[in-house]
């Protein structure tokens, strides 16, 4: 596998600017919307590089694949709640519903996760099924 460290990737520095930016929004937000739509959305937005730098710590192409794969799924599937199906992009939308996003900030994560989508099909495409060393 590839020695470079999963810092020097765009996908992962995408990922953690949406994770910071949400992150920088929920902060500022009451206890009650903090407590139940912000922990969701950080919860979703934190795994998706959590996941890719569990997969490039990993000793095998296979498993760098199975994390990205989760990673792209945080983006849209919280990964600690897969079982319920909860969607990054629903509590988003939740937010906006309920005041806690202006249009702007929707704008400007929207423009980041249209971004990081195509990034993290393209790492995965790169990985391909090399086998391992």
Do not use: C
């Not at 810092?7 to 520095?13: A, I, M, N």
Request: aromatic share 8%; no cysteine.
């Amino acid at each position: 596998m590839s020695s470079r460290r999963f810092q020097e990737l765009r996908v992962y520095q995408l990922a953690e600017r949406l994770a910071d930016d949400i992150w920088k929004i929920v902060d500022e937000w009451q206890s009650l919307p903090k407590d139940t739509v912000g922990k969701q959305i950080i919860r979703a937005a934190d795994s998706i590089g959590a996941n890719i730098a569990e997969g490039v710590g990993r000793g095998s192409y296979q498993d760098n694949r199975r994390f990205v794969k989760i990673a792209r799924g945080s983006l849209y599937v919280d990964a600690l709640r897969a079982a319920s199906r909860r969607v990054t992009q629903h509590w988003l939308r939740r937010a906006y519903s309920r005041n806690l996003l202006t249009g702007e900030q929707v704008d400007e994560l929207k423009l980041i996760i249209n971004d990081l989508a195509p990034q993290l099909n393209s790492y995965l495409k790169s990985i391909g099924n090399t086998p391992d060393d």
